[in-house]
C-alpha cells in the first residue's frame, strides 16, 4: 500500500511526537524515518513540520508539530 496518511492518522503522529515519542506507521508498526521541512513563511502559526516517511510501505505525511505539545 502506499499514499498518504490520512486526517486521522497524521493527528496520531502529530501526538505521538509532541509526547516526545517516535511515530510509527499505522499500518506496519515500524519506526517512520522522519525528515525536517521548513514551513512557508506564511504559515506562522506552524512552528515546525516534519515529513515522516515508512520505510516498508512508503506511506508518508507531513505533520505539524506545535511548540508546547498541547494542540
Ligand atoms: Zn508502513
Known sequence: M??????EERR???A????GTEPTCPSCG???DRRAVRPPASVSYVRSRVW???PDC????AVDVREGGRP
Do not use: Y
Open 58 to 61: 512508503r506511506r508518508s505525511g
Open 52 to 54: 515522516l516517511l515508512c
Open 12 to 14: 496520531r503522529l502529530a
Open 16 to 19: 505521538a511526537l509532541a509526547a
Open 30 to 32: 515500524v519506526q517512520l
Open 2 to 7: 502506499t499514499g498518504s496518511f490520512t486526517a
